[in-house]
């Protein structure tokens, strides 16, 4: 279980951990364009790191770049560009070494030691020369307080900074894990997910920083979903300076447990906006679960809900077609009794049953309309069939996410 | 392999084969409408039949209805309305075998023989009434021209009719195949889909029909996808009159294989339309894809290419996002090598290579722009990595896709 109640949330996002500086700014990778596009996160002592990548075939080569560089489970720093993905392109491999390279030397640490990302358009080649020219201002900006530069920076479509940051308490010590986030569109994280660069100072030995980065991500990336498309550059990457100077976290007892609990409100939280910021999106759509076979039962349908163009698109327009959850209930790849079934649609402006046992129950249109008016609804299914449980989150299918995805090139 | 010319086109629909007769009115269903919303299609023998149903756990009462009364494996009518697709409602099953009932009563022929079969909004009451009061007047026309008000009357947000009829020669006999087809929206077929009603007066066994249905079926309704919602009353079935006097088909002979070639022509292009009509598509997109290891895969990656939401929004826009396409191959779920993959786009106006050894190449945007503004467009993709190949049928995402969905109830 995960322990929820452990932590605070602070400012700072990936700098919140001591010894962590960042930065971003325009070099000019965006054409035409005065917004941010390189990033760098830095710290002063080389970390513990672990990262989980996307699924898909199709790898950018910063991914390719990053997979090596942490072969040895180290790293001091991440170098990010935004407005080209660097995939696809037959020099892709050679630029994103150079970008290594380049960063490494301004800062006077290992090229080997550095986790490079790009996100932005797909098969266009990456012009070195802008980052180059780029990145020695960058390096010297860097600043406790950068975490939002690099937020920013990182962003394509995104409309909102994603950034967060909690304390934890280990072994009497204040230790602090932060994070910033992108990602609006090609959202479908599959055991890995667009671009999530987190940091902390907690003391913790490779292997358990892996064994959280998974367990947490498993609950909270791969539960979001905007569109259904899964990206080729998705990458969550973290990193562990250890200067909070705790006994290093070396087995799954309770400091474990606090880190996973701190580490999950971080990534559950930017998951969560991810969903919110889904291209086009007016509402977030939040799913849970309860009363499945197991977990992973649950898990599924909350995913498969969330991911229904229909019940999206019915969303947007606030109009209580449960039908059409119950539909995409009925086609998740998972095996339970639909029979049962209960579902109630919720928001801050009230909750409505529409369904129960199966069938469709008499309920006020007008006071759904109501309900299903605020920007955040959750939607409860309780399958009464067991105690597995899952939560998952996406958002509304909007004229604006056709717009955005019709015009992104051109 | 299936025989692609061994048929010819006709006139006639679901009433080209002999002994079949057909009719569609306006009763009331679809409140407030003047249009067609319930149809008859009646032979003057008893058929053989076979169908196939969704897979979706959530399974509208006529699906239960007809899996009940095609045990026997013999029809000889079917009753369709839309408008309400009787799914999710306490009364269902009660509601789907009344409407068997009444009008096995006016046509004189057994409850039993009867295929029912709802769509439309799930999850609210559907009122007998209408349908009862319609039922006399609907029979009385029956006619062997009825073929097109029968399919109208099965349309929801359809906006074109979709009839297709061949004439294939089995020992020199001129027998028919022909069928109407709803869908438009909630276009994810898994096993089964939609609605689809086919006719033909070919002799043929129980056992063949079956899996004459079932093998065509995998390569035309399964590859299309509109939105990836797979419906709670999806159902293709077929009714065999034997009236042309063929000696039965009862093995796979060279017979059968006829059979199966005109059933192809059938059901491909009622299901092609079907994509071409998805809910407010402007472009029927048609995936192909050769050399890959198998087919199974080859069907794997095209439908994953024509579901993708992004690249469904770029064609749209005309935008030649090869990227897409790439990033959609590599997420779909199948194991073959990606690096030897090319993509080549092409229409009535031209066509044009965008990526070639998984890598993009460079081409005249404008020139693609041209290709990409005609209403099909081809996608055609080369894995070179075996003999496996596979189409796939699907649409644009446009604004109207949003709209239809975002007003459906309201």
């Known amino acids: 279980m995960i322990k929820f109640d452990e932590f605070e949330f602070v400012d700072g996002g990936v700098c919140a951990a001591a010894g962590f500086y960042a930065n971003g700014i ?32 199709v790898k950018g080569a910063p991914i390719i770049v990053t997979q090596q560089n942490l072969k040895d489970g180290k790293a001091q ?21 150079k970008m290594c390279e380049l960063s490494a030397k301004e800062m006077d640490i290992s090229k080997d030691d550095i986790i490079v990302a790009s996100t932005g358009v797909i098969g266009q080649p990456l012009n070195i020369d802008a980052i180059e020219k780029g990145i020695p201002t960058l390096v010297k900006s860097l600043s406790a307080s950068g975490s939002l530069n690099a937020c920013q920076a990182i962003m394509t479509t995104d409309t909102r900074e994603k950034q967060v940051a909690v304390e934890v308490n280990i072994q009497g010590r204040r230790c602090y894990i932060g994070g910033i986030s992108k990602g609006s569109g090609m959202i479908n994280p599959n055991m890995a997910t667009m671009l999530a660069f987190l940091t902390t100072d907690v003391a913790i030995n490779n292997e358990m920083l892996k064994k ?10 791969n539960m979001v979903s905007v569109d259904g498309d899964t990206s080729t550059n998705d990458m969550v990457c973290i990193m562990a300076s250890g200067k909070a100077n705790n006994d290093e976290i070396i087995k799954e007892d309770s400091d474990y447990e606090t880190f996973v609990g701190g580490l999950y409100a971080v990534m559950m939280n930017l998951a969560r906006e991810t969903a919110r910021d889904g291209e086009g999106a007016t509402k977030l759509l939040e799913c849970f679960v309860i009363g499945a076979p197991d977990d992973d039962t649950a898990k599924v349908i909350a995913k498969t809900v969330i991911s229904s163009s229909l019940f999206k698109a019915a969303m947007f327009a606030s109009d209580a077609n449960w039908g059409r959850i119950l539909c995409a209930i009925g086609y998740a790849q998972a095996e339970f009794d639909i029979s049962r079934v209960s579902v109630e649609l919720a928001s801050d402006l009230g909750k409505i049953v529409v ?11 007008k006071a759904a309309k109501q309900v ?13 069939d067991g105690e597995g449980k899952a939560v998952a989150w996406g958002c509304d299918l909007t004229y604006d996410y056709v717009k955005i995805n019709a015009e992104y090139r051109t």
Do not use: H, M, P, W
Request: net charge negative; charged share 25%.
């Open 372 to 384: 299903l008016s605020a920007d955040e609804i959750k939607i409860l299914i309780d399958l009464k």
């Open 212 to 221: 959280a980065l998974k367990r947490v991500n498993d609950i909270t990336y």
């Open 77 to 97: 720093a991440i170098i990010v560009n935004s407005g080209n993905a660097n995939t696809c392109n037959e020099n892709g491999i050679e630029i994103a070494e």
């Open 26 to 57: 325009n070099v000019g990778v965006k054409k035409g364009s005065t917004k941010k596009d390189l990033a760098i996160i830095y710290s002063d002592v080389k970390c513990n790191a672990a990262a989980l990548y996307t699924q898909n075939k």
């Open 355 to 365: 369904c129960a046992e199966g069938s469709g129950i008499n309920f006020s249109e």
